[in-house]
Nanobody, 120 residues
Framework: QVQLVESGGGLVQPGGSLRLSCAAF????????MSWYRQAPGKERELVAS????????NYAESVKGRFTISRDNAKNTGYLQMNSLVPEGTAVYYC?????????????WGQGTQVTVSS
């Protein structure tokens, strides 16, 4: 079965850093746009960052711009989200998403999520 598996979440102090990983299984990861979303308690899921399939273009939510970096290593079928200067508002479940570059084909996969808690 096609899978995305997030890892790297945990508890971190404000101002600290964390790196999330997203491992892809049983599909051609290099043909998919990868995005990170997050969902805080009582809030809607929001887009945090995205990266094109070839890694040449990235996009960030204004709230994380300059602090987060999205990247990917297609040879390892893995994507990453480096999070620096974390603030309590960043506490959420973070999800990895992979969407085929040909959107009309309808291939769109989600990971199970990993909890990030920013607290003293």
């Amino acid at each position: 079965q096609v899978q995305l598996v997030e890892s790297g979440g945990g508890l971190v102090q404000p101002g600290g850093s964390l790196r999330l990983s997203c491992a892809a299984f049983r599909f051609t990861f290099s043909r998919y746009t990868m995005s990170w979303y997050r969902q805080a308690p009582g809030k809607e899921r929001e887009l945090v960052a995205s990266i094109t399939n070839d890694g040449t273009s990235t996009n960030y939510a204004e709230s994380v711009k300059g602090r987060f970096t999205i990247s990917r290593d297609n040879a390892k079928n893995t994507g990453y989200l480096q999070m620096n200067s974390l603030v309590p508002e960043g506490t959420a479940v973070y999800y990895c998403n992979a969407r085929h570059v040909i959107t009309a084909w309808g291939f769109d996969y989600w990971g199970q999520g990993t909890q990030v808690t920013v607290s003293s």
